[in-house]
């Protein structure tokens, strides 16, 4: 059969077998699949005059497109209108942006949303009284860097209902000052108080917001995510899945999705007998339906993950009684309750697991559900694991969902916080890949930014371009190799979503690749160098040409 499209001209890393780059000269395409890939003579013989060429530079190389296996997809569309906070380095900084924002909505009644602050960063915890500085009278309700603490004005508790009467809720704390009124911070499961209130976005606005930002994924490399569901109190499926499905069927979804679900959608999902994997749109379309996303504990930063051991204390910032160890946001009965029933129902769950505590539970939870579903059973972040649990998961078929680029500002506040564990038991990459664990890489975009080639880096480095020259490795034993990172963000992400027929450039898989500059692989790898700073001058789709440069 003649080939369609014939790739050829320098190096290709087909990622073929277990290990390995599996270096090809050239790869033939044909139906939007790899019909061949191998030596270009070999390849030649199969082309003819119709065939569409696409010929390497001498300093480019090809490489399957990359898999995001945890970002916020229709949240972090949402995000691109809202207030962005991660670039302030003060919280004068951060309040000057709010003003402008409130300055600019004609409309007083309009909430103000946004994202992006970090009490570490900013050397302090906000308040409802600098918010009214900035915007007085004006319900506003603003994410942390990690989307686990929410800062609110003294409106939208008004609103909601929040006053020094109101006891924390379960998973959940709201910050009280030392007159025991609430100081405007309200941590996991209280910040539900609030956002309960934020009128929800309408259809059509999720579903622009979703195109335009895997557009924007797109020049980046990235042909499929994993989003693991919306940050507030949804109705049946929720809006996000709805607008997935809706561009699935009119054919604008520009990626592959596979979208999770929140305990309180499970009964809606398990109704329908929607099982994972299942099409939210057309069969063969883009949308999938995922995993049921579980909360275990809350983050580092915000002081919640629950730990084995207490947190190292800090001078001058106590921390609630009780919360020593960080505070579960959901029992680990619960948990596992949940999971065994989404399993039950042919659902796959994803727990977030920040904490060794937390990690060790949700492993205890997840043990029984594997094999019993389409996908595998994943931990999602794993920041912190104790090395008698780094066995487990190859053991009983259960994933680790990772985000290197976390590290790039964990790194300082997990040394504090954690102290010795953080570099020995932090963020363990290579001791899972050692256990034959399969370790899928992601951004958790919003939090941190769309972008996967500085998690590649810091995944092979742990150290970050951005960092004061000199400084050391974070837990350097945990270093990956360049391939493994490779294999984390093209192949794993496909392997635990059961599409044996992604990631790799060989016969018989989709033909999703991107052409990038060679020098980005290129040893060694120098923090913040052309790894991290790597851009696609070509990204294909199922054979087709998606974006070039």
Same mark, same amino acid.
């Given at each position: 059969?003649?080939?369609?499209?014939?790739?050829?001209?320098?190096?290709?890393?087909?990622?073929?077998?277990?290990?390995?780059?599996?270096?090809?000269?050239?790869?033939?395409?044909?139906?939007?699949?790899?019909?061949?890939?191998?030596?270009? *003579?070999?390849?030649e013989?199969?082309?003819?005059?119709?065939?569409?060429?696409?010929?390497?530079?001498?300093?480019?190389?090809?490489?399957?497109?990359?898999?995001?296996?945890?970002?916020?997809?229709? @949240?972090?569309?949402?995000?691109?209108?809202?207030?962005?906070?991660?670039?302030?380095?003060?919280?004068?900084?951060?309040?000057?942006?709010?003003?402008?924002?409130?300055?600019?909505?004609?409309?007083?009644?309009?909430?103000?949303?946004?994202?992006?602050?970090?009490?570490?960063?900013?050397?302090?915890?906000?308040?409802?009284?600098?918010?009214e500085?900035?915007?007085?009278?004006?319900?506003?309700?603003?994410?942390?860097?990690?989307?686990?603490?929410?800062?609110?004005?003294? &409106? $939208?508790?008004?609103?909601?209902?929040?006053?020094?009467?109101?006891?924390?809720?379960?998973?959940?704390?709201?910050?009280?000052?030392? /007159?025991?009124?609430?100081?405007?911070?309200?941590? @996991? $499961?209280?910040?539900?108080?609030?956002?309960?209130?934020?009128?929800?976005?309408?259809?059509?606005q999720?579903? /622009?917001?979703?195109?335009?930002?895997?557009?924007?994924?797109?020049?980046?490399?990235?042909?499929?995510?994993?989003?693991?569901?919306?940050? =507030?109190?949804? @109705?049946?499926l929720?809006?996000?899945?709805?607008?997935?499905?809706?561009?699935?069927?009119r054919?604008?979804?520009?990626i592959?999705?596979?979208?999770?679900?929140?305990?309180?959608?499970?009964?809606?999902?398990?109704?329908?007998?929607?099982? =994972?994997?299942?099409?939210?749109?057309?069969?063969?379309? %883009?949308a %999938?339906?995922?995993?049921?996303?579980?909360?275990?504990?809350?983050?580092?930063?915000?002081?919640?993950?629950?730990?084995?051991?207490?947190?190292?204390?800090?001078?001058?910032?106590?921390?609630?009684?009780g919360?020593?160890?960080?505070?579960?946001?959901? !029992? #680990?009965?619960?948990?596992?309750?949940?999971?065994?029933? +989404? +399993?039950?129902?042919?659902?796959?769950?994803?727990?977030? $697991?920040?904490?060794?505590?937390?990690?060790?539970? =949700?492993?205890?939870?997840?043990e029984?559900?594997?094999?019993r579903?389409?996908?595998?059973?994943?931990? @999602?972040?794993?920041?912190?694991?104790?090395?008698?649990?780094?066995?487990r998961?190859?053991?009983?078929?259960?994933?680790?969902?990772?985000?290197?680029?976390?590290?790039?500002?964990?790194?300082?506040?997990? %040394?504090?916080?954690?102290?010795?564990?953080?570099?020995?038991?932090?963020?363990?990459?290579?001791?899972?890949?050692?256990?034959? $664990?399969?370790?899928?890489?992601?951004?958790?975009?919003?939090? !941190?930014?769309?972008?996967?080639?500085?998690?590649?880096?810091?995944?092979?480095?742990? *150290?970050?371009?951005?960092?004061?020259?000199? =400084?050391? +490795?974070?837990?350097?034993?945990? &270093?990956?190799?360049?391939?493994?990172?490779? %294999?984390?963000?093209?192949?794993?992400?496909?392997?635990?979503?059961?599409?044996?027929?992604?990631?790799?450039?060989?016969?018989?898989?989709?033909?999703?690749?991107?052409?990038?500059?060679?020098?980005?692989?290129?040893?060694?790898?120098?923090?913040?160098?052309?790894?991290?700073?790597?851009? #696609?001058?070509?990204?294909?789709?199922? /054979?087709?040409?998606?974006?070039?440069?």
């Amino acid at each position: 059969m003649p080939l369609d499209m014939l790739v050829t001209g320098g190096r290709i890393a087909t990622l073929a077998g277990d290990r390995g780059f599996g270096w090809v000269e050239a790869v033939g395409i044909t139906g939007g699949r790899v019909a061949f890939a191998g030596t270009a *003579i070999e390849l030649e013989t199969r082309a003819d005059p119709h065939t569409f060429r696409i010929e390497l530079d001498p300093d480019e190389v090809a490489i399957p497109g990359l898999t995001d296996a945890h970002l916020h997809l229709a @949240e972090g569309g949402m995000a691109l209108d809202r207030i962005d906070l991660a670039s302030t380095a003060t919280i004068d900084d951060g309040l000057a942006l709010i003003a402008a924002a409130h300055e600019a909505t004609a409309d007083g009644e309009a909430w103000l949303e946004g994202h992006g602050w970090h009490n570490d960063r900013w050397g302090v915890w906000p308040t409802a009284a600098d918010l009214e500085r900035a915007a007085p009278g004006r319900a506003v309700a603003l994410w942390a860097h990690d989307h686990h603490a929410l800062w609110v004005s003294r &409106r $939208a508790m008004e609103i909601a209902g929040i006053d020094a009467d109101r006891g924390d809720p379960a998973g959940g704390i709201i910050r009280h000052d030392a /007159g025991g009124a609430p100081t405007g911070v309200l941590h @996991e $499961a209280a910040a539900r108080i609030v956002t309960d209130h934020v009128p929800a976005a309408s259809a059509e606005q999720y579903e /622009g917001a979703i195109a335009r930002l895997a557009r924007d994924l797109i020049r980046l490399g990235v042909v499929a995510v994993h989003d693991p569901g919306a940050l =507030s109190l949804q @109705e049946g499926l929720g809006r996000a899945i709805a607008a997935y499905g809706v561009l699935d069927e009119r054919g604008d979804l520009p990626i592959r999705v596979h979208a999770s679900i929140r305990s309180e959608q499970l009964a809606t999902a398990a109704g329908l007998e929607l099982r =994972s994997g299942d099409p939210l749109g057309p069969p063969g379309g %883009r949308a %999938r339906f995922g995993w049921l996303k579980l909360f275990a504990d809350g983050t580092l930063a915000s002081r919640t993950a629950a730990l084995l051991d207490p947190i190292e204390p800090e001078a001058g910032r106590p921390l609630p009684p009780g919360t020593e160890r960080g505070i579960w946001l959901t !029992e #680990p009965d619960d948990v596992a309750a949940f999971a065994k029933q +989404a +399993a039950a129902a042919g659902i796959a769950t994803q727990i977030h $697991a920040i904490g060794d505590r937390s990690c060790r539970a =949700s492993l205890d939870a997840l043990e029984g559900t594997a094999g019993r579903t389409a996908l595998m059973p994943r931990l @999602e972040h794993v920041q912190l694991l104790h090395p008698d649990d780094r066995a487990r998961f190859a053991r009983a078929g259960i994933a680790a969902s990772i985000q290197p680029i976390h590290v790039r500002a964990d790194a300082p506040i997990a %040394r504090s916080l954690w102290g010795d564990r953080a570099e020995t038991r932090g963020y363990p990459m290579r001791s899972l890949l050692e256990a034959d $664990a399969v370790v899928a890489f992601g951004t958790d975009a919003p939090v !941190e930014p769309i972008d996967p080639w500085p998690g590649l880096s810091m995944a092979v480095t742990r *150290i970050d371009g951005s960092w004061p020259a000199g =400084s050391e +490795a974070f837990g350097a034993d945990e &270093r990956v190799t360049l391939e493994q990172a490779l %294999r984390a963000a093209c192949v794993a992400p496909a392997v635990t979503a059961a599409e044996t027929d992604r990631g790799r450039l060989i016969p018989g898989q989709r033909a999703d690749l991107l052409v990038i500059p060679a020098e980005a692989l290129v040893h060694p790898i120098e923090p913040g160098g052309a790894l991290a700073t790597a851009r #696609p001058r070509l990204v294909m789709i199922d /054979g087709e040409i998606a974006f070039e440069s």
